[in-house]
Structure formats: structure tokens, C-alpha cells
């Protein structure tokens, strides 16, 4: 932090997302990514607050100085306060196929979570997606005496390939999710909803986490926020392939890219993962590198570049 940030009064910052407000909201992990940008904000000095898309653009953002867009399934166009500096940010986290040029140029600066993105990023600066080691952290609960392999996401309205294969595998499958009952065998699913405040807990404890990414995703480099919490967990991960992942992870996630695969991998867990030390040196460097007060601070200098402070 530099020095003139001691002396300067906190910007309030508004952190818009695409979930809804009230007990909806709670299950889109929008909320949670959101939340936790607010807390490394304000770890940083400054005075921010999670906006659902309702109010994105109330006459409350005339008295922002700061608002940063978390693009999802919703597009958001900045209101300007007449007469007030403001700086409108855009991180695109998913869904990078709605993103459009002309969205992008409306915005002071643009960030998308890839390294890979090639649709509008004339702009765009590269800001992955990040983890708050402070919850999702190896001591969240004991290694290995949760689930044996576990999900958690909604069906999507879709099939997810990696979960029909972990059942086809016959895997010792827990999955958590909105909609799941009409697809899956009763035996493998354990809940509607994993609360957000156990899912450290559940990521630590379980022997093997399973990902997947949309395709669009995938193709972009927009690497699952799913990954940045299980690595900082210390668990073994498995994924779908997606561009760049291997980039950012190494070996502390393992890529499949189909049922035989990670029959094999499931089969075999004791060499097809790193040790249980490399996998905690893994969580360190996530820890580190990946952090949403990481993150912050860009974004922070990113404002400050925009205000002209």
C-alpha cells in the first residue's frame, strides 16, 4: 500500500453483481465471489458493498466513486453521476461469449478472468478468478474424512459431463446441487444446497473434488473460481480440460477428458495426485498469488489510475 493512501479519505466503492438480492442471491456464487472483494477492499482502506443486479443502476451509484461490474449473465451500463469523477470498472468472470465490443468501450477499464479470452479484449486486462485463503484454507477441516468425491453445482438446466462419469465409474459420488434429483441416482444426492459458510469444510475434508467448466469457459481461459478454492484447500481436484488451466495450476489439478480417464484416476488416487505436502505447497502459492485481496490491490491502482490519485 502506498504511503498516500494513509492520508487520503476511503473511496466507497460499489461491487455490482448479476444474482439477485434477498435469499435467491444466497445460492449464486456471484454473492460469495462479491463478498469476498468487499472484505479485501476494505482490508485495503476503502469503504465498499456488495449491489445486487436490482440496484446496478439506483441513484445510489451517484454517490460512488468506484463500481466495479462483475459481468456474468447480466450486462450492466454505468451511470455516470453528472458533475462527479467516478470510475466504472468491468471484470468479466463468465459467460464471456455475451460480452460484446461496444459494452466493453463504455467502461473506464476492463479486466476478464482468462489470459486467453478472444472475444472483445482490445482493452481487457487479464485478472483471474481468486480465493480467500482465510476461509477456504487446508485447516478448514481434517484431510480425507469427508466425501470420497464430491460436486457441488446446479444441474444448469444441462447434463455435466463429468459428474454422468463419476456415476458411470460408480464413484462414491456426494453432489450438492439445485436440480439434480431427476438426473442422478437418489444415492448420490445429498442436498440441494451446500451453504457457502460450510463449503471450506467440505472442499478440505473431501478425498477428491470434481470441476467442470461451460464450454464457452473452457475455450476462453476462463478457469472455474471452483479450482482457486480447492487448491487453496489442499485437496486433490479433477477437471475438465480448459484453456490455460495447467498454466495457472500445474499438477495440483488433475485433467481429464473422459469416462476412462477418470475411472483411472479415480482408481488410483495414490499416484495419480501429488502428495499430500506438494498439494499443501500448492495451497500456499494460491494463497499467495490468487487471493481476492491480490486482486484488490489491482484494482485499486487501476481506480487511482482512472481518478488521477
Known amino acids: 500500500m502506498s504511503v498516500r493512501r494513509w492520508f487520503r479519505r476511503p473511496r466507497r466503492w460499489a461491487v455490482v453483481t448479476s444474482a439477485p438480492g434477498g435469499a435467491a442471491?444466497?445460492?449464486?456464487?456471484?454473492?460469495?465471489?462479491?463478498?469476498?472483494?468487499?472484505?479485501?477492499?476494505?482490508?485495503?482502506?476503502?469503504?465498499?458493498?456488495?449491489?445486487?443486479?436490482?440496484?446496478?443502476?439506483?441513484?445510489?451509484?451517484?454517490?460512488?466513486?468506484?463500481?466495479?461490474?462483475?459481468?456474468?449473465?447480466?450486462?450492466?451500463?454505468?451511470?455516470?453521476?453528472?458533475?462527479?469523477?467516478?470510475?466504472?470498472?468491468?471484470?468479466?468472470?463468465?459467460?464471456?461469449?455475451?460480452?460484446?465490443?461496444?459494452?466493453?468501450?463504455?467502461?473506464?477499464a476492463t479486466f476478464a478472468a482468462s489470459a486467453h479470452w478472444a472475444g472483445p479484449r482490445s482493452t481487457a486486462r487479464p485478472l483471474l478468478q481468486a480465493t480467500n485463503p482465510r476461509r477456504f484454507t487446508p485447516g478448514a477441516a481434517a484431510a480425507d474424512s469427508g466425501a470420497?468425491?464430491?460436486?457441488?453445482?446446479?444441474t444448469r438446466g444441462v447434463r455435466r459431463p463429468i459428474v454422468d462419469q463419476a456415476v458411470a465409474c460408480g464413484a462414491d459420488l456426494h453432489v450438492y446441487g439445485v436440480g439434480w434429483e431427476e438426473l442422478l441416482p437418489a444415492h448420490v444426492v445429498?442436498?440441494?444446497?451446500?451453504?457457502?459458510?460450510?463449503?471450506?469444510?467440505?472442499?478440505?475434508?473431501?478425498?477428491?473434488?470434481?470441476?467442470d467448466h461451460w464450454p464457452s469457459m473452457a475455450a476462453n481461459g476462463f478457469i472455474s473460481n471452483r479450482l482457486f478454492d480447492a487448491v487453496s484447500c489442499g485437496t486433490r481436484v479433477v477437471s475438465d480440460p480448459a484453456q490455460g488451466l495447467t498454466e495457472v495450476f500445474g499438477d495440483a489439478v488433475r485433467v481429464v477428458t473422459g469416462r476412462d480417464d477418470l475411472a483411472m484416476v479415480l482408481g488410483d488416487p495414490g499416484s495419480a495426485f501429488p502428495s499430500r505436502a506438494e498439494r499443501l505447497a500448492h495451497a500456499a502459492a494460491v494463497a499467495r498469488e490468487h487471493s481476492f485481496a491480490a486482486r484488490a490491490r489491482v484494482l485499486i491502482d487501476c481506480a487511482a489510475e482512472v481518478l488521477g490519485d
Open 148 to 154: 470420497a468425491v464430491l460436486f457441488v453445482g446446479s
Open 190 to 211: 445429498y442436498g440441494t444446497f451446500l451453504p457457502n459458510a460450510q463449503l471450506p469444510a467440505a472442499y478440505a475434508s473431501a478425498r477428491i473434488v470434481l470441476n
Open 25 to 108: 442471491g444466497e445460492q449464486w456464487g456471484d454473492t460469495w465471489f462479491a463478498r469476498d472483494l468487499v472484505a479485501a477492499l476494505e482490508e485495503n482502506g476503502e469503504s465498499a458493498r456488495v449491489v445486487a443486479r436490482g440496484g446496478a443502476n439506483a441513484p445510489a451509484r451517484d454517490d460512488d466513486d468506484v463500481v466495479v461490474v462483475l459481468r456474468g449473465l447480466r450486462s450492466v451500463l454505468p451511470r455516470r453521476s453528472p458533475g462527479r469523477r467516478q470510475a466504472w470498472l468491468l471484470w468479466v468472470i463468465s459467460h464471456p461469449e455475451l460480452v460484446t465490443a461496444a459494452e466493453v468501450e463504455v467502461f473506464d
